[in-house]
């Protein structure tokens, strides 16, 4: 019998979130994936990664948070929930262009962890404009002990390529404090 | 209002295939891949790709095929659907490990086309032995117009150290045929 639906889910959690306003600057893109990465670790609903999009009016339109162990699925990382949840809100699947191709950018994913090798490859077709990163590769392989996976040399430079702008190490050790945590607290490494 | 839920969905005919047999060769077994991908092309049910999945006795685990356009999602590559089908069906993040880590591959992906950047990066997670590609990148750029974006300079070279075997041009004509079909139908490339 084949399975022919996928069906995955964000933490009971995400619906007590109030995400409602606005948040224009950098730092308060990156404060919600790292408040969502901070919560997923106490919650011990996942892996210790967080991601939000934003519209161009700064407001969310989906959030995301590791999910690979409680719901048996190597997709599903911060970044990929969020962009596959944004998607679904928006029925886009580029979500910075209609059908017709008319740009409603500029789209921002914010990210509590640099992506991994999956998720930069996700990037590339999600359809955003600018990319936030708090920890880098470093962080998450030394402090939480997760393997970021092959990328291209110049990985920056080929989604500058595309068009996606990327802004790294915003407030990079509140993230950093984050995977502490879970490395305290014995979270799995997969 | 947040989205805290993905489903995604095969395509209806999905449910007509028989594929209870066996595929020991892995031309048997890129057969079944091409075929996922003819009948994509044929239903106008997505782009001209396909996957299936096997177990260590050839068995088909799961399949896919590209779903990008009907169901707004730029995850939706035919690898990427037979990852998460074939994880939700064995409730295992790695395909081919329990839970305490007992091995039990190897486990094959047969794809129609060379990964892109993200099924490539997918690839690296999903817990496969082996990779069986018929159509290259160069063909499915040139004959169906997809960019396939950017990857690790050795690819090949990087999912071996990480335990992956990746055998090429299997059937690759064949696999050129159901690209071409897909252009002369005027299929949508995004």
Same mark, same amino acid.
């Given at each position: !019998? ?9 933490? =009971?959690?995400?619906? @007590? ?10 730092? @308060?893109?990156?404060?919600?994936? /790292? ?8 919650? $011990? ?12 009016n700064d407001r969310v339109i989906s959030v995301g ?5 409680? #719901? ?7 970044? /990929? !929930?969020?962009?596959?949840?944004? &998607? #679904? ?24 962890? &640099? ?6 490859? =996700? ?6 404009? $600018?990319?936030? /990163?708090? =920890?880098?590769?470093?962080? /998450? ?31 990079? @050790? ?17």
């Amino acid at each position: !019998m084949l399975y022919a639906q996928v069906h995955l889910t964000l933490p =009971a959690w995400v619906h @007590d979130l109030d995400v409602s306003g606005t948040y224009p600057s950098d730092e @308060d893109k990156i404060n919600l994936a /790292i408040e969502l990465s901070r919560l997923n670790v106490e919650h $011990r609903s996942g892996g210790p990664f967080g991601s939000a999009i934003f519209d161009a009016n700064d407001r969310v339109i989906s959030v995301g948070v590791n999910r690979v162990v409680p #719901q048996a699925c190597s997709l599903a990382h911060g970044e /990929i !929930m969020a962009y596959m949840t944004a &998607q #679904q809100r928006t029925q886009r699947n580029r979500l910075n262009a209609l059908d017709d191709g008319t740009y409603v950018g500029p789209v921002t994913l914010a990210t509590s962890g &640099q992506p991994c090798c999956q998720c930069y490859g =996700a990037t590339v077709w999600a359809g955003i404009d $600018r990319l936030l /990163i708090a =920890a880098n590769a470093e962080d /998450i392989e030394t402090l939480a002990g997760f393997d970021e996976g092959p990328l291209p040399a110049d990985w920056q430079g080929e989604l500058a390529k595309r068009g996606i702008t990327v802004v790294q190490d915003v407030l990079r @050790d509140k993230a950093r404090g984050v995977l502490e945590q879970y490395r305290d607290q014995g979270g799995v490494v997969y």
